[in-house]
């Protein structure tokens, strides 16, 4: 799945998706799948929205790549293809070789930069990482 849009200002989901799209994400990574319906109905616990909006706006993210839709008799059923948790590392390794083809080792020198605050065991994850590509180029 590529997504399109990155927002730099936002936070957590809304860096790809529109408040919409996220809340109803959001809902789907709780775990089971829903129809169309049941996801109005557990929208419409904040706030009124449209049942063709929320079709509308599931499909696109069907088209997205983000849910797979399967038929049960009459009524379409939607989970996303992917749990949260892999979302997020695959569009944040994908935002990282972006950034790389960009920008080259500049955004290397940002990234160890911002270390400065981290906690050990980061430090330690990456150190042993930059010694296992090292032995794995030699």
């Keep these: 799945m590529d997504i399109k849009k990155f927002n730099y200002s936002g936070e957590g989901l809304s860096r790809f998706f529109g408040p919409l799209e996220a809340k109803i994400l959001e809902l789907l990574w709780e775990g089971e799948e829903l129809s169309i319906k049941e996801v ?7 706030k009124p929205v449209n049942f063709n909006t929320v079709m509308t706006v599931m499909k696109r993210l069907v088209d997205k790549g983000v849910l797979e839709k399967r ?7 939607f989970k996303p293809i992917q ?7 695959a569009q944040s390794k994908k935002l990282t070789e972006n950034l ?10 940002h990234m160890l930069d911002s270390l400065t605050e981290v906690d050990e065991t980061l430090m330690d994850q990456l150190e ?4 296992q590509l090292k ?4």
């Design 40 to 46: 109005q109905n557990r929208l419409e616990a904040e």
């Design 71 to 77: 038929t049960c008799g009459r009524t379409s059923l």
């Design 83 to 89: 749990s949260k948790e892999e979302f997020f590392e």
């Design 100 to 109: 790389l083809d960009e920008f080259g080792g500049v955004v290397i020198t």
């Design 128 to 131: 042993q990482k930059i010694k």
């Design 135 to 138: 032995k794995d180029k030699s």
